[in-house]
C-alpha cells in the first residue's frame, strides 16, 4: 500500500453513531498472540470487555488510513507499552468472528470482527514490561500476563480460536 497516495484522516463519532456503524458493518481488528517458542506457550491476559471478555490476546480496532501492521504496534504499545518492530510480527491469518452481544450501546445487537492475527515471540523481559504495564482500563491488571500450553488451553475451556492461534504458531 502506498500510504503517499492513501493518506487518512481518523474520524469519530457519536455513541449513537457507533451504535449503528456496529449494527450494520464488520469491525476490523489486529490482534497479536504473545508467545515463546521455546517452551512451546502463549500469553494471555484477562480482558475485561465483551465481546472479548476473560483471557485474550492483545490488539483491538484498526483505524481509517491504517494498514495491520499499523493497527497491531499502535495496540500493542497502547495496551502493553511494548514496542517492537514491524518485522518481529508474524503474519498467521484472519479469522472472522460473530458475537451475539457486544460492550457497546445496543449490546444485545452483538458484533461482527475481521481479526488479522499476528504472532510475536517475547523475551522473559519483555513479558516483565507488559505485566507492569497491561492497560487497567482493558484487562484485569492483577491477573497479569498468564502463560499457557496447548493442554492448559484445552482444559481452561477458552475460545477455542485461542486454541487455533496457537497451533498456528505451533505447527511450523
Known amino acids: 500500500k502506498?500510504?503517499?497516495e492513501t493518506?487518512?484522516?481518523?474520524?469519530?463519532?457519536?455513541?449513537?453513531?457507533?451504535?449503528?456503524?456496529?449494527?450494520?458493518r464488520i469491525v476490523v481488528c489486529s490482534d497479536i498472540v504473545l508467545c515463546n517458542k521455546k517452551r512451546k506457550t502463549i500469553f494471555l491476559?484477562?480482558?475485561?470487555?465483551?465481546?472479548?471478555?476473560?483471557?485474550?490476546?492483545?490488539?483491538?480496532?484498526?483505524?481509517?488510513?491504517e494498514t495491520a501492521h499499523e493497527t497491531a504496534l499502535r495496540r500493542l504499545k497502547a495496551e502493553t507499552s511494548l514496542?517492537?518492530?514491524?518485522?518481529?510480527?508474524e503474519f498467521l491469518g484472519i479469522i472472522e468472528t460473530i458475537w451475539s452481544y457486544r460492550a457497546e450501546p445496543e449490546q444485545s445487537s452483538g458484533r461482527h470482527d475481521l481479526s488479522r492475527i499476528f504472532a510475536l515471540e517475547i523475551t522473559d523481559e519483555q513479558r516483565e514490561l507488559v505485566v507492569n504495564n497491561l492497560d487497567e482500563k482493558e484487562y484485569e491488571f492483577s491477573d497479569g500476563l498468564k502463560e499457557y500450553t496447548?493442554?492448559?488451553?484445552?482444559?481452561?475451556?477458552?475460545?477455542?480460536?485461542?486454541?487455533?492461534?496457537?497451533?498456528?504458531?505451533?505447527?511450523?
Open 150 to 172: 496447548r493442554e492448559e488451553l484445552v482444559s481452561g475451556g477458552v475460545r477455542p480460536c485461542l486454541i487455533d492461534y496457537y497451533d498456528a504458531i505451533f505447527s511450523k
Open 2 to 4: 502506498d500510504k503517499q
Open 7 to 24: 493518506q487518512l484522516d481518523a474520524a469519530f463519532m457519536s455513541d449513537r453513531g457507533l451504535s449503528e456503524f456496529l449494527d450494520a
Open 45 to 65: 491476559a484477562t480482558r475485561k470487555h465483551k465481546p472479548a471478555e476473560g483471557p485474550w490476546v492483545i490488539g483491538g480496532q484498526s483505524k481509517r488510513g
Open 83 to 89: 514496542e517492537i518492530e514491524d518485522n518481529q510480527l
